[in-house]
């Protein structure tokens, strides 16, 4: 399973621990990441679907901003899931 966002595309970084004799060893910085069901409300009154999303705390800050179905609509048109 990839670590990457959905929404924004944020997926895992690699660098250095450094130690205090200025040792480096490689390491890896994850994504704050968190699956999350998000409504979808139906054009008619009553319906509606779920969509199960892995998205970053900032995705979910994007979502929450924009709306869930202007998100959805800029990710169908860059040609994403």
Same mark, same amino acid.
């Not at 959905?6 to 621990?17: A, C, L, R, W």
């Given at each position: 399973m990839s670590?990457?966002c959905?929404?924004? #595309?944020?997926?895992?970084m &690699?660098?250095?621990n450094v130690s205090?004799?200025?040792?480096? %060893?490689?390491r ?5 990441l ?10 008619t009154? #009553?319906?509606g679907?779920r &969509?199960?999303l892995?998205?970053s705390?900032?995705?979910?800050? %994007?979502?929450d901003?924009?709306?869930i179905?202007?998100?959805?609509a ?8």
């Amino acid at each position: 399973m990839s670590r990457v966002c959905k929404v924004t #595309g944020k997926n895992v970084m &690699v660098g250095n621990n450094v130690s205090h004799s200025n040792r480096k %060893t490689r390491r890896r910085f994850l994504p704050n990441l968190q699956v999350h069901r998000f409504w979808i409300p139906g054009e008619t009154p #009553g319906t509606g679907r779920r &969509v199960k999303l892995k998205v970053s705390r900032k995705g979910m800050r %994007t979502i929450d901003k924009h709306g869930i179905e202007a998100v959805l609509a800029a990710l169908q048109k860059q040609g994403k899931e």
